[in-house]
């Protein structure tokens, strides 16, 4: 089966190395300055001739709270009227967007994201999605994938209608984990009740789809307490599960320097939470898809695994990767066919730059014939797991053996260890493999020697 996993800790151990999620291929730690507003513009212009559909990411960064273990481009403020001069420049910024596209360029897939989207007021979320829909095809017949982050902290049945209403029919939910010492820890007290009630406010008003996000490897947990949270969680049946792996960089992101690493579980009792969480999902009927995600069978990321068509982009897993993509407010991606461009993650320079008049982009990649290559590589193996070199060889007119020959013997090593199949006509990557398949998918990355390896998280 396609969800099958057989738990390896040896070869975890072996190859449980830092690399790129892949959300693209290359990475975002290859972007550079010498792309920028011209290449969007042009790349634009070409998906208005294609008549390509369009997926949107548009990113909130407002928070009210700081969260000790966050990432995320963010502002931390309890001042509400900071969102005002933010939106001014958003709407400003989809309008320049707008302009460039033709008005048949159906938006299949929406994702608000942050930061916290429902930081802003009920009146400028409709202000926000009335200018989205003025500039840009939504759909009006709730077909499309509409989706928005939301931390049942922010959120209440008022604020549900009103997502509804507005078009939103996905929620995805902040969790992280239930125990109040880990919430303490992490600064994010949020009760199971909050939660429920949020869950139960999308199921009323017929959102299609719920999806929870937890982390486990925070300071507190244990593979007991975190046993718990999974079980609770089960019991809230939502339709998709992000369990991510947390990465201490305090070096790198500032609010995780108050976090005690004293308390961080040790790397053991990490791979007995990963151990125990997919054995409690799997029992329970959800679906390994790949890369920390988990899904019930008769979800659409499900389905489309089990059809083959599955991809993945900037917005992670999705059924909506023949769209192109444009990302929308501070630092936020677009990509759009072979050009992907990001705007300033600096606040007063992306709104600096759009009161100018210019778009804010500061920084992209324009793939070369060997990135394609490649990009087609690594998405069928995160995708499926299983790579038929024939479609690669009549795609991109090369011979796959040939072309990857420097790469043989590292596959090899790979395939006497268990972690995938290797064949003279493809490479499947075996059950023990699944968990790892990022370090398959490194071996054919041209770029990742050059990288500092402190920007990637590990595998598991």
């Not at 239930?178 to 999308?202: H, K, M, P």
Request: negative net charge; hydrophobic residues 40%; aromatic residues 8%.
């Amino acid at each position: 089966m396609l969800d099958a996993i057989r738990w390896d800790p040896d070869l975890i151990r072996r190859y449980d190395l830092a690399g790129p999620r892949y959300t693209s291929y290359p990475t975002a730690a290859q972007f550079g300055s010498q792309v920028g507003a011209f290449d969007l513009l042009h790349a634009l212009r070409e998906s208005r001739k294609a008549g390509r559909p369009l997926s949107l990411y548009v990113h909130i960064p407002f928070c009210a709270n700081i969260c000790y273990y966050c990432a995320c481009n963010k502002v931390i403020t309890k001042d509400r009227g900071r969102a005002h001069a933010y939106l001014q420049r958003l709407e400003q910024e989809i309008q320049l967007i707008g302009c460039h596209l033709d008005p048949t360029q159906r938006v299949e897939q929406l994702h608000l994201g942050g930061g916290t989207p429902t930081f802003l007021s009920h009146d400028e979320l409709r202000q926000l999605m009335a200018r989205l829909r003025k500039d840009l095809n939504l759909r009006d017949d709730d077909s499309g994938d509409y989706s928005i982050e939301i931390d049942p902290r922010e959120a209440d049945w008022s604020t549900m209608g009103l997502l509804r209403e507005l078009g939103f029919n996905r929620v995805s939910i902040g969790l992280q984990d239930l125990d109040s010492a880990v919430q303490r820890a992490v600064n994010r007290l949020q009760s199971l009740d909050e939660t429920r009630a949020v869950i139960d406010a999308a199921r009323t008003l017929q959102f299609r789809s719920i999806n929870i996000d937890l982390i486990h490897g925070l300071p507190r947990q244990t593979p007991e307490s975190f046993a718990r949270t999974i079980e609770e969680v089960i019991q809230l049946q939502p339709d998709r599960l992000s369990v991510f792996n947390y990465a201490h960089l305090p070096e790198r992101f500032q609010p995780q320097r108050r976090i005690n690493s004293q308390e961080l579980p040790n790397p053991e009792q990490k791979l007995a939470m990963l151990q125990g969480t997919l054995e409690q999902l799997t029992a329970a009927g959800y679906r390994y898809i790949g890369m920390d995600h988990f899904a019930l069978p008769d979800d659409d990321l499900a389905i489309a695994q089990e059809e083959g068509v599955l991809q993945r982009n900037f917005q992670g897993y999705t059924t909506h990767g023949h769209c192109n993509l444009i990302g929308l407010g501070v630092s936020a991606i677009s990509q759009i066919g072979d050009v992907y461009c990001q705007n300033s993650s600096d606040l007063a320079h992306y709104q600096n730059t759009l009161a100018d008049g210019q778009l804010a982009t500061s920084c992209g990649w324009l793939c070369n014939a060997d990135d394609r290559v490649r990009r087609a590589v690594i998405q069928q193996l995160i995708c499926h797991f299983h790579l038929p070199f024939g479609d690669i060889e009549r795609a991109f007119n090369i011979d796959f053996r040939g072309y990857f020959a420097a790469l043989w013997p590292q596959l090899q090593v790979m395939a006497e260890d268990g972690l995938i199949e290797l064949q003279d006509t493809h490479i499947t990557v075996r059950p023990a493999g699944r968990l790892l398949v990022r370090s398959v998918c490194r071996v054919f990355d041209a770029y990742l020697d050059q990288h500092d390896r402190q920007r990637f998280f590990h595998a598991v």
